[in-house]
């Protein structure tokens, strides 16, 4: 069994610019969250998806932007990036809708750099 | 507003010596419950988690949490402490999909 993937590892962007990064669920999960990790804080929900439908959003603005695909693997996009978008993201998949009543399995990260 | 807190930032025990994580949850019903651990460069374990029922929560790696509500907590505990436990511990909470994580606690083990 496979287990959540990130890619990539690291990744260093310009201020303005744009950022995709991705994530594979584990085998047999359809619903992925991701997170926000910054330098010595804790996670922080960014959003949700379910059978390719947002299903849950946290207090970050629009210009991160997401998506699922059929195969459950997703995308998150940040446009205009900040300085303090800088962080950890994480990607978290689970098997069932309601991902926060069953176990979630974190990926590795993806570290973000905004010079 | 919900929250997680975490009072202590870093702990240092001894190798073989018990430990006692803190967290204290802040929402208007009890929320889902958990405890993750995250290793240097990985991402987030789940140890443990609390739904309903039994107060006191078994998790891997001889962990454990007990569930207060009169006193809003959610402590993890562990009574011998292995070098390889030295990681950073999150406290978590879930209620309508609202889940929040708190700071964080690094624990340290000395030999």
């Known amino acids: 069994e496979t287990g959540v993937t990130q890619s990539p590892t690291h990744l260093i962007k310009t201020r303005g610019q744009q950022v995709t990064l991705r994530c594979s669920s584990q085998?047999?999960?359809?619903?992925v969250s991701w997170y926000q990790q910054a330098l010595g804080q804790g996670p922080q929900f960014i959003f949700q998806?379910?059978?390719?439908?947002?299903?849950g959003r946290g207090n970050f603005p629009p210009r991160f932007s997401g998506l699922q695909f059929p195969n459950y693997s997703s995308e998150l996009n940040v446009n205009a990036l900040e300085l303090d978008d800088s962080a950890l993201y994480l990607c978290?998949?689970?098997?069932?809708?309601?991902?926060?009543?069953?176990?979630?399995?974190f990926g590795p990260g993806t570290r973000l750099t905004v010079t | 507003a919900q929250s997680v807190t975490q009072p202590d930032i870093h702990i240092t025990v001894s190798e073989g010596a018990s430990l006692e994580l803190r967290c204290n949850y802040s929402?208007?019903?009890?929320?889902?419950l958990f405890w993750y651990v995250q290793s240097p460069g990985q991402g987030l374990q789940l140890l443990l988690k609390?739904?309903?029922?039994?107060?006191l929560v078994q998790g891997i790696k001889g962990f454990e949490a007990e569930f207060k509500r009169s006193q809003s907590s959610f402590n993890l505990r562990k009574p011998s402490v292995h070098w390889s436990d030295a990681a950073e511990y999150f406290c978590?909470?879930?209620?309508?999909?609202?889940?929040?994580f708190g700071a964080g606690t690094r624990l340290t083990v000395k030999p």
């Open positions: 978290a998949s689970s098997p069932q809708g309601r991902a926060y009543s069953y176990e979630q399995y």
């Open positions: 085998s047999g999960h359809n619903t």
């Open positions: 998806y379910y059978r390719e439908e947002e299903n």
């Open positions: 929402y208007g019903a009890t929320p889902y």
């Open positions: 609390y739904f309903s029922g039994d107060t």
């Open positions: 978590a909470a879930e209620h309508n999909n609202d889940m929040r």
